[in-house]
């Protein structure tokens, strides 16, 4: 058997200026969008949608762009460098995904809601507690998916500085949380989206720059990358067969089918792929966007696999473990082999520009997660559920009260299809839920921003602590929280006509809180060398995925709720949202 190439090491000495401007420039850059994006200073609309203007190619790009995350550009290939076809599987799990997204969610959800999923409910289950259900489950979602991308970034930099200090990881951590939290507060949506929008071309270009370098350097053979690939990786050909990371043990193989359910259904129930939608005019440019996503998803997963494979056959799969030991710099020292080697220019050069590349990957995705959680918080929580207050009770026809429905608007204001005819309430404010308007947009963008910060701080220290592990593994479990918590209440909400209110609340919590419990008690947090408490052992759920068991809860949770419920679902509200959902009328 061959030995591995002589192992590269990240560039020392005055390379790193290189490596540093270009991060530089990144940032200048993505600062100098959000500052154009910040002049024109609108209300919510503009602040959580873009001003709903952008064409369904250019939502495309921001789609993909906010959904190929560090996870996927560093955290796959990482994985595929490491355990060969297992980690594969990650990549096809992400892309089936769209999948579910494209039949059952996209239009549907641009049709119903107006800016989070919480307006998909809240249009027949108007109530306070559903509110802040939905809107809680996306702050949780959104953290567990923000903790993966802020510690990708510390990996990156780390291996940028030659060093692989906890002290260089922790300040790039804080330095990405301040920066994601200038972009959501003076940009907003539309900020974020033209960040999205420059960040997938260039991880796209990148991506692609290295595959066809790789190819030259095998010729177009394949087969020759495989085997090299097989030989560097320290397992032989079990590195290009199944099981070498899942099937080790029942358990094992277990875990494997948890992650793979969870990233399946996962997608559909993400706070701020969900949000993306809002920012295109139609439900079909929403539908179009969601196809233009999918071939840029794809194609940008094809060549992931290629990327993980030339890592462990140019790099090794040892050296990519001592670099880092979850994988994530796979792609950066892929980049560095291909570019000629450490010491050389062009590797120097190579090297820099794909870190570069991933480090904007990071900035763009966390900016969409960190504006999803606080809207989240400012829409649903704050103005939905706290401050909103009851509507007085209107008499029907009859003497009957017409609780629920929707009050009669002129013609003409029907005719817009916006938000106040089919709310009823005054453009300048924000019509709650259970009635009359609570605040202004005004206030609500206000605290939007203020929960920017909150939560921005949170993400921080939460990522302090899980810097060790595989950036990919950690989207797991977000995808994990996203199906058992959002997608069972979306889709009841949608499709079963006998959906109830105690449904609805029972539905996310039967699914948010098991998927919480079982993570805190896995051998994520407690009993393993790379567990986030690796001296402790506390754990007694024996998968690292809690999907196989909190998905299924999710959605029984909210047929028991469904069933036990002392107010029947109301066929008016639910006829509405049919309506709605099915033609777009009286669609924001």
Do not use: C
């Not at 873009?50 to 959904?67: E, K, M």
């Not at 970034?153 to 906890?166: C, E, F, K």
């Not at 506390?538 to 809690?546: K, M, T, V």
């Amino acid at each position: 058997m061959r030995t591995a190439t002589p192992p590269p090491v990240a560039p020392a000495g005055d390379h790193h200026d290189l490596a540093v401007v270009l991060f530089a420039v990144i940032v200048l850059v993505t600062l100098g969008i959000t500052f154009w994006a910040g002049r024109r200073r609108g209300g919510a609309d503009d602040f959580y949608a873009g001003g709903r203007d952008f064409t369904p190619l250019q939502n495309g790009f921001a789609l993909s762009g906010d959904y190929l995350s560090a996870a996927s550009f560093l955290g796959v290939a990482g994985l595929i460098a490491l355990f060969g076809y297992d980690g594969v599987l990650y990549s096809i799990g992400f892309l089936v995904a769209w999948l579910v997204v494209l039949m059952l969610v996209a239009e549907l959800v641009r049709n119903a809601g107006r800016y989070t999923l919480a307006d998909v409910l809240a249009l027949r289950l108007r109530r306070r507690k559903v509110r802040a259900a939905a809107g809680g489950a996306s702050i949780v979602v959104t953290l567990f998916y923000l903790v993966a991308q802020m510690v990708g970034a510390g990996s990156l930099v780390a291996l940028l500085l030659g060093t692989n200090s906890a002290e260089a990881r922790t300040w790039t951590i804080v330095a990405v949380g301040g920066l994601m939290i200038v972009y959501v507060t003076v940009g907003g949506m539309r900020a974020t989206t033209w960040i999205q929008i420059v960040k997938a071309f260039l991880l796209v270009a990148g991506s692609v720059l290295l595959t066809v370098l790789l190819v030259v350097r095998f010729h177009g053979d394949v087969a020759e990358l495989m085997r090299q690939a097989a030989q560097h990786s320290g397992a032989g050909q079990r590195y290009l067969e199944p099981g070498l990371k899942y099937g080790k043990s029942f358990t094992s193989r277990l875990d494997f089918f948890s992650l793979g359910l969870a990233l399946v259904l996962g997608t559909a129930g993400l706070p701020h792929i969900l949000s993306r939608f809002y920012t295109v005019p139609t439900a079909r440019a929403a539908r179009r966007s969601t196809m233009w996503a999918i071939g840029l998803v794809g194609g940008f997963y094809l060549m992931a696999i290629a990327l993980g494979l030339g890592a462990t056959a140019l790099v090794g799969s040892a050296e990519v473990r001592h670099a880092n030991a979850a994988g994530n710099t796979a792609v950066p020292l892929l980049a560095l082999v291909l570019g000629g080697g450490n010491g050389s220019t062009g590797g120097v050069v190579l090297f820099a520009l794909i870190s570069a590349i991933a480090f904007a990957t990071i900035l763009a995705v966390v900016a969409g997660l960190t504006l999803a959680s606080s809207a989240a918080f400012a829409h649903d929580i704050w103005a939905g559920a706290w401050r909103g207050r009851p509507r007085r009770p209107r008499t029907g026809r009859g003497g009957r009260r017409a609780r629920g429905r929707r009050a009669v608007v002129p013609a003409s204001r029907r005719a817009r299809g916006g938000a106040e005819a089919t709310t009823g309430a005054a453009p300048a404010t924000t019509a709650t839920t259970d009635g009359g308007p609570a605040t202004t947009e005004r206030q609500e963008v206000l605290v939007a921003r203020i929960a920017a910060v909150g939560i921005g701080a949170v993400a921080i220290v939460l990522s302090l602590f899980a810097q060790q592990l595989n950036v990919a593994f950690l989207v797991g479990l977000a995808f994990a929280v996203a199906a058992s918590a959002n997608l069972p209440v979306l889709l009841y909400s949608l499709f079963w006509r006998r959906f109830t209110v105690r449904g609805a609340v029972w539905s996310v919590y039967g699914g948010l809180i098991p998927a919480v419990v079982l993570v805190t008690f896995s051998p994520v947090v407690s009993g393993t060398k790379v567990a986030l408490f690796p001296g402790v052992d506390f754990h007694w759920f024996p998968l690292e995925n809690p999907g196989i068991v909190s998905i299924p809860l999710g959605f029984l949770a909210g047929w028991i709720g469904t069933l036990t419920s002392p107010e029947p679902a109301d066929p008016d509200r639910y006829a509405e949202l049919e309506v709605r959902a099915l033609t777009g009328a009286g669609a924001a």
